[in-house]
């Protein structure tokens, strides 16, 4: 039985890369607004009332986004790489 160990370097595909950014991107709004509100305690129109805190957290929300897709694509293809 002769079995041949071949390297091959995977990476995540576009699609997987898009899957994780639009789960990270939901799971960030979720966060954001759950500090806006004060976990809930706020409406929905009372917690947006007010361009300058929106701003501040749709900020904080972009760069947050990005910074964790980063982090899950770059830990994914390092993981695969490994394999």
């Known amino acids: 039985m002769n079995q041949e160990m071949?390297?091959?370097?995977?990476?995540?595909?576009?699609?997987?890369?898009?899957?994780?950014?639009?789960?990270?991107?939901?799971?960030?709004?979720a966060i954001t607004y759950l500090i806006m509100s004060k976990f809930g305690s706020k409406t929905l129109v009372e917690t947006f009332?007010?361009?300058?805190?929106?701003?501040?957290?749709?900020?904080?929300?972009?760069?947050?986004?990005i910074l964790l897709v980063c982090a899950l694509v770059l830990s994914s293809n390092a993981l695969l790489s490994s394999i």
């Open 6 to 29: 071949t390297s091959s370097s995977q990476s995540l595909t576009a699609l997987q890369i898009v899957i994780i950014s639009i789960s990270v991107l939901v799971f960030m709004l």
């Open 49 to 65: 009332y007010g361009a300058k805190p929106t701003a501040i957290y749709a900020v904080i929300n972009v760069v947050g986004t």
